[in-house]
């Protein structure tokens, strides 16, 4: 059965960072197209960044030089260094696949305010 597990989030203030891990209980993890989502509250699911079996990244527009996505497949983990943070960076996120075709794991918090 397939988990995924995410932790290292926190409440910092602007400007600080913050290392997100996503463990994943699965097969062939190395295979899949990763990525991160963060939901901020009364806003839809964002795709924040990906990365996939190669290491090739995409990032959104908002995150671009600021976050760095990656991967390591001997631990099947992914993770999501974030730095300079800003308040509108405040959510929850979560990792899947860039399919969204994994179950949803229960996120982490992220709150970033003075």
């Known amino acids: 059965q397939v988990q995924l597990v995410e932790s290292g989030g926190g409440l910092v203030q602007p400007g600080e960072s913050l290392r997100l891990s996503c463990a994943a209980s699965?097969?062939?993890?190395?295979?899949?197209?990763m990525a991160w989502y963060r939901q901020a509250p009364g806003k839809q699911r964002e795709l924040v960044a990906s990365i996939s079996s190669d290491s090739s990244t995409n990032y959104a527009d908002s995150v671009k030089g600021r976050f760095t996505i990656s991967r390591d497949n001997a631990k099947n983990t992914v993770y999501l260094q974030m730095n300079s943070l800003k308040p509108e960076d405040t959510a929850v996120y979560y990792c899947?696949?860039?399919?969204?075709?994994?179950?949803w794991g229960q996120g982490t918090q992220v709150t970033v305010s003075s």
């Open positions: 899947n696949s860039r399919s969204s075709t994994l179950p």
């Open positions: 699965m097969s062939f993890f190395r295979f899949y197209i």
